[in-house]
């Protein structure tokens, strides 16, 4: 009789929107669905931050081949990390309050779905970044986005509503900041390295851009007027912002990035902050394989 495969599920018991509840059934559904398929499943929780990087690292040593991330965003990126490079390819159930590389993707947010979906999926490659020495698979970016993200880490609850809510807060309060962006002195609203189209709630900063073509879409917002607002937030969640006058992008591989000063970022969506205030964004074509 032919040896299972080993397939590993890591869940964080607090990211995400679902309750515990829920995530004991999506559980039950993981075993379930696995056994079913002759694989040998495994479960692991995280109980720490960083600790769903080291469940994944320790899966790769041992020649694991599917790691499913049940969580948000952030969980996302964790395991992902240590699966670049690998033989060990990561499946996504997404339960976070954005699911960015997800909806780029086109994998199904109902999360029982998601699990037979990675079950059967096949590896696929794509692209990975860093921002400095922080790994991204969905964006990057300075300015408004970050600051925003930083003021969104401090909210008590998550999700949708509780984003839009600090964003508005954060557009009153922000000021636009003034960059050396590879060499160039530039004032931005915002500054985005998109690897995926997408921050998460179908918001489109890079329409345009492909998971898996080696390259990085560089999307400035220069300054507007408050006037302006409302259409720019139109255009995001209606995938035409590349067609706004105060939108720039070109594809690159590399940047830098030089602000004189403690440079707030955010690398999908989790709030960093580089002391030296100077970031070296680069792509890592071909990094990671994802159960399509």
């Known amino acids: 009789m032919a040896t299972r495969s080993a397939v590993l599920a890591i869940i964080n018991p607090n990211s995400g929107t679902t309750s515990g509840?829920?995530?004991?059934?999506?559980?039950?559904?993981?075993?379930?669905?696995?056994?079913a398929l002759n694989y040998a499943p495994e479960i692991a929780l995280t109980t720490h931050a960083g600790h769903a990087t080291e469940l994944a690292a320790a899966a790769v040593e041992r020649g694991v081949m599917r790691v499913l991330a049940i969580g948000g965003d952030g969980?996302?990126?964790?395991?992902?990390?240590?699966?670049?490079?690998?033989?060990?390819?990561?499946?996504?159930?997404?339960?976070?309050?954005g699911n960015g590389l997800a909806r780029h993707l086109?994998?199904?947010?109902?999360?029982?779905?998601?699990?037979?979906h990675a079950l059967?999926?096949?590896?696929?490659v794509i692209d990975s970044g860093e921002i400095?020495?922080?790994?991204?698979?969905?964006?990057?970016?300075?300015?408004?986005?970050?600051?925003?993200?930083?003021?969104?880490?401090?909210?008590?609850?998550?999700?949708?509503?509780?984003y839009v809510r600090t964003a508005f807060r954060a557009f009153q309060a922000y000021k636009p900041q003034k960059l050396l962006v590879n060499g160039q002195q530039k004032?931005?609203?915002?500054?985005?390295?998109?690897?995926?189209?997408?921050?998460?709630?179908?918001?489109?900063?890079?329409?345009?851009?492909n998971i898996s073509d080696g390259r990085l879409e560089q999307c400035e917002i220069r300054p507007f007027p408050a006037q302006a607002a409302p259409m720019i937030t139109w255009r995001l969640f209606n995938k035409t912002l590349n067609q706004s006058s105060y939108w720039r992008g070109h594809s690159i591989t590399s940047a830098t990035v030089e602000a004189g000063?403690?440079?707030?970022?955010?690398?999908?969506?989790?709030p960093l902050t580089l002391p030296t205030g100077r970031a070296e964004i680069r792509i890592l074509p071909g990094s990671l394989l994802v159960l399509l």
């Open 187 to 209: 004032q931005v609203f915002s500054l985005t390295f998109a690897n995926a189209g997408q921050f998460g709630n179908n918001a489109w900063m890079a329409p345009t851009a």
């Open 75 to 97: 969980t996302i990126n964790e395991i992902a990390k240590a699966l670049r490079r690998s033989a060990t390819a990561l499946g996504i159930v997404p339960i976070g309050s």
């Open 261 to 270: 000063e403690p440079l707030l970022i955010h690398a999908d969506g989790e």
């Open 21 to 35: 509840e829920q995530k004991k059934l999506l559980q039950d559904a993981f075993m379930r669905q696995a056994t």
């Open 106 to 116: 086109g994998i199904p947010l109902n999360p029982m779905k998601a699990i037979e």
């Open 120 to 124: 059967n999926g096949r590896p696929v």
């Open 132 to 162: 400095n020495e922080y790994p991204f698979f969905c964006t990057a970016g300075l300015g408004f986005e970050a600051y925003v993200a930083h003021e969104f880490a401090k909210q008590p609850v998550r999700g949708l509503p509780t």
